[in-house]
Structures are given as C-alpha cells and as structure tokens.
C-alpha cells in the first residue's frame, strides 16, 4: 500500500498570498540585524536565566535615576527590552510555523520517496521484456554508490526498492 502522510493543494493564489506576506515580512526585516558567527559568540547573551535579572535591574535602575552616569543609556535599554518582548512572540509563532512547514516538506518528500522507490520495485517486475529495462537501470544509478555493508541483490537497488510495498 502506498503511503500518503499528506495531500497539500494549495493553489496559485495561495502561493501569491504567502508570498505577499513573505515580502511584508523580509521589508519590516530589514532593520533586524544580521551577527556574524564570531560577533554571536564574543556577545553577552540573556538567557532563561538572566532575563529576570535584566528586567530587576533596569526596574532598578529606573528608579535611581541619580546613580546613572551619563554613559548608560537607561532609555535606550528599556526600548530595547520592549522591543525584544514584542518581537519574541512573533519570533515563537514563526518557529511554529517553521515546524510545520518542516514536517510538511518531510511528508511531502517521503510520500514522494516512497512512491518513487514504489514504481522502481514495480518497473524491475514488468520492465523485463516491455522496453523499459534501460529506463528502469538508468534509474537504478541513484543506487550505485553503496556502503560495503549493505546487501545487495546484483540490481544496486536497496531492499526497500526491491519489494513492491
């Protein structure tokens, strides 16, 4: 039995809309800043952990205004922190949506697989004697490169393409 995990059909008019609202997003995305692996790894993060502390202390801070020197920008952190508030909870439902999107295009593509690997075990059946035996051993070359310790049954086709499913 062939496997089908999902059957997507979205239209033209779909892809257009989502693309519409890809592009709203990358325009908006252009301020967001893009690090470098080197500049992420030498920053100071706020983890889990530090988040309430960071916010302890600019609540702090705030309130003892008196302490500051002119060098720490008080309002600016706090911009910073209210930016971060709004733009984490877009960045979670993006996450989602990436992992949808993920799992759809793994269903999409082992359905895709399964049935190719499907009609490759059904063409060795039939393709003896119907002209399609160069067809099929063209295809058989996606087999070719094997480790050594896999079996093989003299077609370079792995077991799973061998069985009709």
Not at 107 to 129: K, P, T
């Amino acid at each position: 039995m062939s496997q089908n995990l999902i059957s997507l059909s979205l239209t033209a008019a779909d892809y257009a809309e989502i693309d519409a609202a890809l592009a709203v997003l990358e325009r908006h995305a252009a301020s967001l800043v893009d690090l470098s692996t080197a500049d992420r790894r030498s920053l100071n993060k706020m983890g889990d952990k530090s988040e309430a502390f960071c916010r302890q202390a600019l609540r702090v801070l705030d309130q003892n205004r008196h302490v500051l020197p002119p060098t720490l920008d008080l309002a600016e952190a706090q911009r910073d922190l209210a930016q971060f508030d709004l733009l984490r909870t877009r960045a979670v439902r993006l996450e989602v949506l990436m992992g949808k999107i993920e799992d759809t295009l793994t269903a999409l593509g082992s359905d895709v697989m399964n049935a190719s690997l499907e009609g490759y075990a059904l063409l060795r059946v039939v393709g003896e004697g119907s002209g399609l035996e160069t067809l099929r051993q063209s295809m058989g070359a996606r087999f070719a490169r094997r480790s050594a310790n896999a079996k093989e049954d003299g077609s370079g086709a792995p077991a799973a393409a061998r069985t009709v499913q």
